[in-house]
Structures are given as structure tokens and as C-alpha cells.
């Protein structure tokens, strides 16, 4: 069997773009070499897309030397032979694509548009449901579209509330109870979420929140939280969920430093408890959620629904990620599946979802040009 050229991109303009640098490395190492060729494509934080096998290695991302890297250029013109071009006019041949990116720029549908432009198969969710997934404020009037249990929230525009500030903390008071969350809508990994006690504080996190982004989520604090996660894989109507985790924080807000820095120093923080331990009956609700959360977005590949749970018995769906840290795999190993089929299995999805679509017709000839006239155009209405 030939083997196929495999695009892995990683990096990018996010707040998650060494954490991305991290899931793309791990796709490069994990995926199956006698079916794929990994190809990487970083892209930097100021923009430049890079290709080269030195960007397979970790030690070029620690010592910043990316000498060896070659530029990669892309051209719209499908008349090029091809449309990846390293150094302006190499063609590089590719495939399919698995985009490993986080956040904004790679999970947020931007990336995903060029894929489609470039009429390529891609990895895991398409442009609606990255956009969907990565605005919590577009997911959470989705998910209560299709009554999925959602904690208690308001949101704003950056300007509305810069406007007037003390009205809108005024009228946050009077629908929500201290303690607050706050968060910005599109963004991840805990950056820019601060959790408010009372009214000075809740101004203070407002600010914060806004430096991030222009939508803001106010969210009642659940006190007595335990998080449970649970991974979705599938495509349409043919899903299947992985096992579910209890990712443990050591303060009651999961950080930036509890996810990706405590976890792999010895003895602090944060630990994931791998399955979760938790009812039977409330595993079921949650696999359940999980699938509906996923359809109701109409994602993709695999993607990680996030759960909180209130003194142990009550649910609620946090959010969804389409692109989660480490594609998940950890939640699937316990299920019986590699991380090398869990990348064959995403990338055969990609491919699936890529075929359904070239059945669309995107021509229809209605001979209009030779039906108007050159006065008509004037007054033309569509
Ligand atoms: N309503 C809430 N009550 C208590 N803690 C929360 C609430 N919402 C979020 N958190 C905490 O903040 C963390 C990050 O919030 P989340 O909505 O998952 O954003 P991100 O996209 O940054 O991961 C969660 O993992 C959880 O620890
Ligand atoms: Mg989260």
C-alpha cells in the first residue's frame, strides 16, 4: 500500500501554542508509520509556516533554532501543481491533513476554511463546529437549544460592559449569586478565567476577562466541584465514547499550571484519575451528554466534552474542545485503543467526511449571463 503524505500542523497564534507544539509532536511520533508519511507544518507565533524534519524533535522547539526549517508557501491557484509550495516552488504533496492546533487560529474554524479552500480531507471538526465548539457563548445557546444542563450564566460585549461597568455588575448581581466565575468566550487552557467573591473582585475579573477577548461569560462558582471529562469519537450518527477522567486541581480553579506544568513534576497538584470514579448511573448521564453535546454541534474526530459535577450528584456540561490536548488519547488507551488507532482511526473519519462532501453538486446551470441584458444590470435585484 503507498503510503500517504500526512500535513501535521502544530503551533500557531494562540495562547495554546506550546501546548499544540506539544499534541502535534505527539501525532509526528504516534501515528502509523506504514500507512502515513508525517509531514510537519509549524506555524509560528508571529505567522511564518515552516515545514522540515528538524521540527519533528522537541530540541528544536527548547533551543528556538529553526535554521534548518524550510518556509512554506501557499498558492490558491489550483492550475500550480501543487498548492503547498516549500521555498515558493517546490510542490509538497499532500495528502490529508491533521490539524493539532489549539485555541484561536487552528480550533476556532480559521485553519480549517484554507483546508477547504485547498480542497484537502481534514482531521477532526469542520468549520462550524470549531467555531461552534471554540465560542463558549455560540456553544452554550447551542447546547441549550438542545436542553443540555448548563450552570447558570450571562454574558456581554467587551464595549457593553466598558460602557458602563457599574450597571452591569449592578445587573449581573441581581441574576447570579457570589462566588462568580468569569471567563472570556474563545479562548482555553484557563487563561484570562478568574473566580470572583464579591462585587470588587468581580470588577477586577471582568478587566481581566477583557484583555482576552470581545464576548464575556459570567458563570455562577460551583463550590463543592469535581470535573469529570469524557472523550466523543465518530462521525454523524456512528459515535462511540471513550472512558471518563477526574483531572484534580490543588486550588478549585484548574490552571494554565495544573494542566500542562504540575502534571509532569513529581508529587504537586494536579493528577488525573483515570477511569473516574463515580457512579454507575452518573458515568451513563454523562456518556449520554457527551454524545448529545457533540452532535449538537455537528462535530468531527474525536473531541473531549468537559463535565462539572455539583456535591456529587448534579451534572452540568462545561464546554466542548474539538481539538483536546493529546487528541485525548489517554481516555481511549483504557478502552483498547492505541494513540496510532485513534490517529488512523480520526484520519479515516477525515476521509469519510471529505467523500460525503464531493457528492455535493456545486454547479447549476441557469444560462444567466446570456438572459440579461447590459441595461438590465443596473437595476439587476438577486
Ligand atoms: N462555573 C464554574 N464553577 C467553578 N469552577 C469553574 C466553573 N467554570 C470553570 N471552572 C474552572 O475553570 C476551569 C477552566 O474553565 P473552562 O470553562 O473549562 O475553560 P477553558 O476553555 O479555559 O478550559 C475549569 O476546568 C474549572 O476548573
Ligand atoms: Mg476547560
Not at 501525532?27 to 506555524?43: G, T
Not at 483531572?247 to 473516574?276: H, Q, T
Not at 466542548?320 to 488512523?344: A, R
Request: glycine fraction near 4%; include cysteine.
Amino acid at each position: 500500500m503507498e503510503k500517504k503524505n500526512c500535513l501535521v500542523i502544530f503551533g500557531g497564534k494562540s495562547v495554546e501554542h506550546e501546548v499544540s507544539v506539544i499534541t502535534g509532536l505527539q501525532v509526528i511520533e504516534n501515528i502509523d508509520k506504514d500507512k502515513y508519511v508525517a509531514i510537519p507544518l509549524y506555524i509560528t507565533k508571529d505567522g511564518q509556516w515552516l515545514t522540515g524534519d528538524c521540527l519533528k524533535n522537541i530540541e528544536t522547539f527548547r533551543k528556538k533554532d529553526f535554521k534548518k526549517a524550510k518556509n512554506i508557501y501557499l498558492s490558491f491557484n489550483k492550475k500550480d501543481k501543487s498548492q503547498l509550495l516549500i521555498d515558493k516552488n517546490k510542490p509538497l504533496q499532500i495528502d490529508i491533513v491533521f490539524p493539532a492546533l489549539h485555541g484561536t487560529y487552528g480550533e476556532d474554524g480559521t485553519i480549517q476554511g484554507v483546508l477547504e479552500l485547498l480542497d484537502l480531507p481534514y482531521a477532526m471538526a469542520n468549520i462550524g463546529a470549531s467555531t461552534n465548539g471554540m465560542d463558549k457563548v455560540m456553544m452554550k445557546k447551542i447546547f441549550s437549544y438542545h436542553n443540555l444542563p448548563l450552570v447558570p450564566y450571562k454574558w456581554y460585549y467587551r464595549e457593553n460592559l466598558e460602557n458602563n461597568i457599574d450597571d452591569k455588575i449592578e445587573e449581573i448581581e441581581k441574576s447570579l449569586d457570589y462566588p462568580l466565575v468569569v471567563k472570556p468566550s474563545n479562548l482555553g487552557s484557563s487563561i484570562g478565567i478568574t473566580k470572583a467573591k464579591d462585587r470588587e473582585q468581580l470588577r477586577k475579573s471582568l478587566e481581566i476577562a477583557m484583555q482576552y477577548d470581545s464576548k464575556i461569560i459570567i458563570e455562577r462558582a460551583i463550590e463543592k466541584i469535581r470535573e469529570i471529562n469524557c472523550s466523543v469519537i465518530g462521525y454523524h450518527d456512528d459515535l462511540e465514547v471513550s472512558v471518563c477522567e477526574e483531572p484534580v486541581a490543588i486550588d478549585n480553579i484548574l490552571s494554565f499550571e495544573d494542566k500542562y506544568i504540575r502534571s509532569n513534576s513529581k508529587g504537586k497538584g494536579f493528577s488525573r484519575k483515570i477511569p473516574a470514579q463515580i457512579p454507575e448511573q452518573i458515568r451513563q448521564k454523562i456518556e449520554d451528554y457527551a454524545v448529545q453535546s457533540f452532535k449538537a454541534i455537528d462535530c468531527s474526530g474525536v473531541a473531549r466534552i468537559d463535565f462539572i459535577l455539583e456535591d456529587n450528584e448534579k451534572i452540568y456540561v462545561n464546554e466542548i474542545n474539538t481539538i483536546p490536548g493529546s487528541i485525548s488519547f489517554y481516555l481511549w488507551q483504557p478502552k483498547g485503543v492505541s494513540f496510532k488507532d485513534l490517529i488512523t482511526k480520526i484520519l479515516n473519519i477525515a476521509e469519510k467526511s471529505y467523500n460525503e462532501k464531493k457528492k455535493n453538486m456545486y454547479n447549476f446551470d441557469a444560462d444567466l449571463f446570456n438572459k440579461i441584458s447590459r441595461n438590465s444590470l443596473k437595476n439587476l435585484q438577486k
